[in-house]
Nanobody, 133 residues
């Protein structure tokens, strides 16, 4: 069974920085074989896609929603099976619970859920990021 455990959230002032981590276990194939994503959910709102990083087959290309481009950086350490999100110049509107998410196909995932047009079947418990003065 795939397990994702996020950490690194907290309370930060506008303009501050945080680094989120997502420790992963249980993949049937190597961690580098999976595209990984960060999604977030603000109070009273739906899940929102934030960023993705491709698998090795996709050359580990990275993608960001417009509102975080230039401020957030997604990365992965395949030797440690860990996903990261470096968040700089944080804004109040970045306040949300942040989840790492993945589509593992039929191997160890759960029920599919959608974030926009993207589908996943595994996510962690989330880590709270609060940006406030």
């Amino acid at each position: 069974e795939v397990q994702l455990v996020e950490s690194g959230g907290g309370l930060v002032q506008p303009g501050g920085s945080l680094r989120l981590s997502c420790a992963t276990t249980g993949f049937r194939d190597t961690f580098s074989s999976y595209a990984m994503s960060w999604v977030r959910q603000a109070p009273g709102k739906e899940l929102e896609w934030v960023s993705s990083i491709n698998s090795v087959a996709g050359a580990f290309d990275t993608f960001y929603r417009d509102s975080v481009k230039g401020r957030f950086t997604i990365s992965r350490d395949n030797a440690k099976n860990t996903l990261y999100l470096q968040m700089n110049n944080l804004k109040i509107e970045d306040t949300a619970v942040y989840y790492c998410a993945v589509d593992v196909g039929s191997r160890g995932g759960g029920t599919y859920f959608f974030v926009g047009e993207r589908q996943y079947n595994c996510r962690g418990q989330g880590t709270q990021v609060t940006v406030s003065s």
